[in-house]
């Protein structure tokens, strides 16, 4: 056995012999002692559970925040006052945002069980000279395990043979079609997505048959070290919670600064008794504080997660709505997302023509063109001759199942024969009117497939080839000519239209055909090495863009969001793709090896200057993700593999596939997209937007009306007089206010022109100077009109009970005009649309006059909450202040938009 621990050995370079020599092993197997010292000294091939938090400690933790605090102390205030309702109403808030928080918990562990789902629950192997079937859990460094096709690689394996053997690997490296293995080492330094000669825990056995010695297992093997990332990865706190924590300091503060000053006054100055002088400074911070703010957070943000369901994005993390619409940078993987993960024929290379080959995927709608022309196969003979070569020399199968078409067998197989299918070519006729006699199946020692044919009339037969275009052209010493017939073949020219069509990222597949004796119906080896095939055409073959996923990156662009493509698959292929995106190529393709040996600050240059990463392993996808964050972009990653779960649980926000991704990629991420389809994350970036644009204007809007209730008590303990409203009055106007109008702004539509703004800085604070402006000039309007109109009434020598039912409706009224002041947060809303488009405002408003008139004109309320019916002369008042202060707001609007407009 090795010294280094598994995973640091490049097991992949290694010669057999010496593999097996560093693992102790044998023709026969280990032994029984063998094992027993080896899962003694390795463990069970499993991977480790992750230590819990139990129940209680996640709940409390629910609690460990800024804002919460203030609630609670401010709680705690009301019931020092017995002021029961307010402290019920207050710790219901408390409780719901604690019971969400409770439900999102636990991703991270969720995320690692689905992992560990997919390793294989057991493995035949070879131990003591005998062939047995074990749970893989059992499973030791040197064991030799059997694969043939359909098994799960039940841990890392060195392959020692490798017959025809395929092994689909895009949920470690994204790479589209499954890769072909041998037993020979190849480079050290190889990538991941290049070491041919191992097979990988987790993976599937598409083709063939193999045998390896078991060189890692558990925590050790590539899924196991995904699996320890995951665990190592600290989850970012979103920018919205960062936001309101500051927030929560700073206005706590605040509070806390103004009651004191208060309290101070009021008992040195004024000379009011301690307890009274206490109590009006606690009402004061009741006042102050926002209690329905973490409740319209919550709905706003619920309101969210409902449009982007109606979007096909599924938000798994409520803050997670509001992040996507500060995203900077988007850093997508290729397979699945970008495209479809779906093969499909772009080009038909002939001897003298290139058809290319309209449709994407595995549904055979599209046709062919000519130098930009629709053309018929017909028409094309050599055209004709090449799409019957590949549907009957092919063992895939295209089916409609529920309106969906579905591929059994090979990807490459199927895109050939969904080419076909373009072509108006039905398989059964085509195979009833050519039956096959016999095949040579596909072997990765000589890289081609043959069929053998026969016309149903039994006049001559032909067998036809396909394989990789270097050994097809070896074979070929003719060529088809537009008209059917054949001449000599120019090998030169062939090789540099093969070598273009290369460079464009596609994967080529030749086709040939011979004829030959029309009784023969067996095929020897001989009928193809000796030569004489007439070379057809070669197939370009790539994933492609979906089309949807172009305009969506364009969108993203437009918005001022960086899109970054981050791949497992080849580097030129990855190009092709990106450059049919439109996603920046100019830096060039970064290849994961050579990010390995680049510093952290080397790293943040390249992510800079680059956009699109190939051959990208877990690690390299999540050092790349925490680069271009500490180069202060919030950061969305979507990935669909278990390889991506890492960087999408350390991404702001995570976004996995929902129908073909893992389920530890869906366990990772705070999104699904139900419809695997880029196009969806544009359209939850929109609302993101629209659900931080309809916080702020909450925000807005509460904040002035605590402002003005806590500077209008704070005016009263100034001047000496009875406090305007008491505390129970306060609790009312805060829950009505909150419920109905602050409500209501949670429902604003998406405002003109969102995704043609640049994402906001993250470090932008949620309240700018602007904003902490605004608050203070309609906190000071507010103060000016109830506590002005409340000394009027007491020089009018008013009861007590009728000054202050005229300050809270004279509160109320300001707060309502000013609603409507706060649908734009500067564009005028003196408008039809600004006025009357918002039904959820039009139906606030109302709920709010019938609650009002109740509040002041029925008796439970007026005993209740010590309030007295009002005159008409008071209400037009009131009325008249209303209209003013929504005036004045709309000045101040016009003022700020004259001065950004002269501003260069």
């Known amino acids: 056995m090795g010294d280094p621990p598994p995973e640091e050995v490049p097991w992949h370079g290694l010669k057999i012999e010496e593999v097996l020599a560093r693992q102790d092993a044998t023709a026969h197997g280990l032994s029984g002692g063998q094992v027993r010292e080896r899962l003694e000294r390795y463990g069970e091939n499993r991977l480790p559970a992750p230590e819990r938090s139990g129940p209680w400690k996640l709940f409390l933790r629910q609690f460990h925040n800024v804002l919460i605090y203030v609630l609670l102390a401010a709680a705690g205030g009301t019931a020092f006052l017995d002021h029961w309702v307010d402290t019920g109403v207050i710790l219901g808030v408390v409780l719901i945002n604690a019971v969400v928080g409770f439900l999102q918990e636990g991703k991270a562990e969720e995320a690692l069980d689905a992992i560990r789902g997919m390793l294989s629950p057991k493995a035949l192997v070879l131990r003591d000279g005998q062939r047995r079937t074990i749970p893989a859990e059992e499973l030791v460094p040197g064991d030799l395990v059997f694969l043939q096709a359909g098994d799960k690689v039940p841990a890392d394996l060195r392959l020692l043979r490798a017959h025809n053997m395929r092994v689909n690997e895009a949920m470690l490296t994204g790479e589209s079609v499954a890769v072909d293995k041998r037993a020979e080492p190849v ?9 041919d000669s191992m097979a990988f825990s987790g993976t599937l056995v598409a083709f063939g048959q193999g045998r390896g010695v078991v ?170 001759e090449a799409l019957r070569a590949i549907l009957l020399c092919n063992d895939a199968e295209i089916h409609n199942r529920d309106g969906e078409w579905v591929l059994e067998g090979d990807p490459t197989e199927g895109a050939l024969v969904t080419a076909a299918l373009k072509g108006q070519l039905d398989p059964r006729e085509t195979g009833e009117l050519y039956p096959r006699d016999d095949v040579i199946p596909f072997e990765a ?40 017939g054949a001449r000599p073949i120019d090998t030169g020219r062939w090789e540099r239209r093969m070598e273009a069509e290369a460079s464009r990222g596609q994967r080529l597949l030749a086709v040939a055909v011979k004829d030959v004796e029309a009784d023969k119906r067996a095929l020897e080896f001989g009928d193809v090495e000796e030569g004489g095939l007439t070379l057809v055409a070669v197939c370009g073959i790539i994933d492609p863009p979906r089309e949807e996923a172009i305009q969506a990156v364009r969108e993203c662009q437009e918005a001022g969001i960086r899109v970054k493509m981050i ?70 990653v979507t990935g669909d593999g278990v390889n991506d779960a890492p960087a999408l649980k350390r991404a702001d926000v995570g976004v996995a596939m929902g129908v073909k991704g893992t389920e530890a990629s869906k366990e990772a991420a705070e999104m699904v997209l139900a419809d695997d389809n880029f196009a969806s994350i544009a359209n939850a970036v929109e609302e993101g937007r629209t659900v931080y644009d309809n916080l702020r204007k909450a925000i807005l809007f509460l904040l002035p009306t605590s402002g003005g209730e806590g500077f209008t008590i704070m005016a009263a303990i100034l001047l000496g007089v009875t406090l305007p409203f008491t505390p129970v009055q306060v609790l009312w106007v805060n829950m009505v206010t909150a419920v109905t109008l602050g409500l209501a702004l949670a429902f604003e539509p998406t405002e003109p022109g969102v995704m043609r703004r640049p994402p906001r800085p993250p470090e932008t604070p949620i309240l700018s100077g602007f904003l902490i402006w605004r608050v203070a000039f ?15 009434m007491e020089w009018q020598e008013a009861e007590v009970e009728i000054a202050r039912t005229v300050a809270i409706n004279t509160l109320v009224m300001g707060e309502l005009v000013y609603l409507f002041n706060s649908r734009y947060i500067l564009e005028s809303v003196l408008n039809p649309a600004g006025l009357l488009g918002s039904r959820a405002v039009l139906l606030a408003v109302g709920v709010l006059v019938v609650l009002q008139a109740l509040f002041t004109y029925a008796p439970p309320m007026q005993f209740l909450f010590g309030t007295a019916p009002l005159r008409l002369e008071e209400w037009g008042i009131i009325l008249v202040f209303g209209v003013a202060l929504f005036l004045v707001v709309e000045l101040e609007k016009a003022f700020f938009r004259h001065r950004r407009q002269r501003v260069p």
């Open 445 to 484: 020692a000589y890289k081609f497939m043959v069929t053998l044919h026969h016309h149903h009339a039994g006049d001559h037969s032909f067998l036809f080839l396909k394989g990789a275009p270097e050994r097809v052209l070896a074979l070929c010493d003719k060529e088809r000519t537009r008209d059917g």
């Open 187 to 195: 480079a050290p330094d190889a990538d991941l997505g290049d070491r």
């Open 778 to 792: 309609v906190s000071a309007l507010l103060l000016a009109g109830t506590f002005g109109h409340y000394l009027w």
């Open 567 to 636: 791949t497992g698959d080849h580097g030129v292929t990855a190009r092709a793709v990106a450059e049919d995106l439109k996603i920046r190529t100019a830096g060039g393709v970064v290849a994961g090896h050579e990010l390995e040996g680049l510093s952290a600050e080397e790293l943040e240059r390249a992510v800079r200057e680059v956009d699109v990463f190939a051959r990208a392993t877990p690690e390299h996808k999540l050092r790349l993700v925490e680069a271009i964050q500490a180069d202060g972009h919030v950061v969305a």
């Open 215 to 384: 060189v890692a297992t558990g925590s050790a093997t590539q899924i196991g070290r995904i699996s320890t990332l995951l665990e190592e990865v600290e989850t970012l706190t979103t920018p919205l919670l960062r936001d309101i924590g500051v927030f929560g300091r700073w206005l706590s503060v605040a509070i806390l600064v103004l009651a004191g000053v208060t309290f101070a006054f009021g008992y040195w100055v004024r000379d009011y008794e301690l307890v009274e002088t206490f109590l009006a400074a606690v009402s004061l911070a009741v006042a102050a504080i926002p209690e329905g703010l973490p409740a319209i957070m919550t709905i706003t943000l619920a309101i969210g997660v409902q449009r982007m369901a109606g979007r096909n994005a599924i938000i798994r993390r409520l803050p997670a709505v509001e992040t996507l619409g500060s995203v900077t940078t988007i850093c997508s993987d290729k397979t699945g997302t970008l495209t479809r993960n779906e093969m499909t024929v772009q080009n038909i290379v002939t001897a003298e023509d290139t058809f290319g080959v309209s449709g994407v995927g595995y549904e055979p709608h599209g046709g062919f063109s000519l130098e930009g022309r629709d053309v018929e196969p017909a028409d094309h003979p050599v055209l004709a």
